[in-house]
């Protein structure tokens, strides 16, 4: 399948659907990230605290596709806050995965209590000049985290890595976003599987003859977010990719809306965590 893209506010594209390897160990990376390059995912979400760099990196070497085609995402941990930390770990990142730029690079939390995600962003624009981080984003930061970080530094991410899915849908954030160019990237897009036998999403899935994955993922692009499941079973690498042979219509749009839950998380509260 030819997977859409989505315009950053620096100018470069990123694939709507991705690959993410969270619980996913190095040996086990190296096999499912080539699995799913092979499967047609040209987007790979990693972190240093998954502890796979390593795997993805090999991965990505021994793919049948050039670094070029591929869209590689690390994340700086909460334990490297600040300037100068920021700039070793994400020097250690590429090490690992053996890359000498990653495509977006993430401030995974913004972590409660603390300012110092300030300096780490400042890290980060850095690394967007030197050309390592061809793009820079955040993940898991609140309206309020946003505003003080555009506020002090006149820089915007790119991207905003969330908890979204049906069951926790994040419509202020998102308005947010719209009004501030930052694209929406939902992690746990299937809401860590929890979803996958709500009623109203197994009645669609019947209706459209897909899976009740594939109705969420759908949903997901439909709404303009980047969205990346995790799956190391082959089937369904490829099943979460073959989602562009049915349309939704309005009801059935209102159908999965009415599934929001304010208490739906599935994830920790960026409020506290940290
Ligand atoms: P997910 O919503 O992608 O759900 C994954 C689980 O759903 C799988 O383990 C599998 O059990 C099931 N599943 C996947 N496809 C299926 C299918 N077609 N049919 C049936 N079951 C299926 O949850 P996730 O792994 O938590 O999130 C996806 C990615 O998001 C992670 O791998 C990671 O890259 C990223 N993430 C980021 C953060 C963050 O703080 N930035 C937090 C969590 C996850």
Do not use: C
Request: proline share 5%; charged share 25%.
């Amino acid at each position: 399948p030819t997977i859409p893209t989505v315009r950053l506010n620096d100018g470069n594209a990123m694939p709507q659907l991705g690959y993410g390897v969270w619980r996913v160990s190095n040996e086990e990376a190296a096999s499912v990230v080539g699995e799913a390059i092979r499967a047609g995912y040209r987007s790979i979400d990693t972190a240093t605290i998954y502890g796979n760099e390593e795997g993805v990196g090999q991965a990505i070497e021994a793919a049948p596709v050039s670094r070029e085609e591929l869209f590689i995402t690390t994340k700086v941990w909460n334990d490297r806050h600040g300037y100068d930390n920021t700039l070793r770990a994400f020097d250690e990142s590429l090490a690992r995965l053996r890359l000498d730029h990653v495509d977006l690079y993430l401030i995974h939390w913004p972590v409660a209590g603390s300012e110092a995600y300030l300096d780490t962003w400042r890290a980060l624009i850095q690394l967007k000049q030197d050309g390592r981080a061809k793009s820079i984003g955040v993940s898991n930061f609140m309206v309020p985290h946003l505003q003080r970080l555009i506020g002090e530094t006149g820089v915007t991410p790119s991207v905003n890595q969330i908890e979204l899915h049906p069951g926790f849908q994040q419509r202020e954030l998102r308005e947010f976003h719209a009004a501030n160019g930052i694209a929406t990237e939902a992690w746990s897009p299937l809401g860590q599987g929890t979803l996958l036998e709500n009623e109203d999403l197994v009645a669609l899935a019947r209706k459209f003859n897909k899976t009740p994955a594939q109705i969420i993922l759908r949903w997901h692009l439909d709404n303009g977010f980047i969205a990346i499941p995790k799956s190391v079973t082959p089937s369904r690498i490829r099943e979460n990719l073959d989602i562009f042979d049915f349309v939704m219509d309005a009801e059935d749009v209102r159908t999965i809306v009415r599934l929001d839950d304010a208490n739906g998380r599935v994830g920790p509260d960026p409020a506290v965590f940290g």
